[in-house]
C-alpha cells in the first residue's frame, strides 16, 4: 500500500528555515511526480512546488526563490527546503503522489512562522 509520512514541521521565527520530509513507502518517488501543497487555516488549499521524474522543478510564485525540492533516492524521501520563512507561510503542509490515477496524501505537518 502506498504510504507518504510528512514531518519535520514546527516553529520558527521569521526569516528562518525548516526542510520538510515527506517518506514513502509502497511507490518509488523518483519514478513519479511529487507535489507539496499547503493549507491556510480558514483558506483553500494551495500548490506550492512539484518535482517531476525528470528532475524538473517547478514553484508557487509566492515561494519563488525561497523554497526548493529535493530527494533522496536511497532514503525514497522528498524534501523541501524553507528559507527566508515569512509568516504567510503559516500552514499545514501536505506531501502528494499520484500512481495509477490515484492521489496519494500524507496526513501533513504543521509549519508555524512567528515571533
Known amino acids: 500500500q502506498v504510504q507518504l509520512v510528512a514531518s519535520g514541521g514546527g516553529l520558527v521565527e521569521p526569516g528562518g528555515s525548516l526542510r520538510l520530509s515527506c517518506a514513502a513507502s509502497?511507490?518509488?518517488?523518483?519514478?513519479?511526480?511529487m507535489h507539496w501543497y499547503r493549507q491556510a487555516p480558514g483558506k483553500e488549499r494551495e500548490w506550492v512546488a512539484i518535482s517531476r521524474s525528470s528532475g524538473t522543478t517547478n514553484y508557487a510564485d509566492s515561494v519563488k526563490g525561497r523554497f526548493t525540492i529535493s530527494g533522496d533516492n536511497a532514503k525514497n524521501t522528498v524534501y523541501l527546503q524553507m528559507n527566508s520563512l515569512k509568516p504567510e507561510d503559516t500552514a499545514v503542509y501536505y506531501c502528494?503522489?499520484?500512481?495509477?490515477?490515484?492521489?496519494?496524501w500524507g496526513e501533513g505537518t504543521l509549519v508555524t512562522v512567528s515571533s
Open positions: 502528494n503522489v499520484l500512481n495509477t490515477g490515484i492521489n496519494y
Open positions: 509502497g511507490i518509488i518517488l523518483r519514478a513519479h511526480v
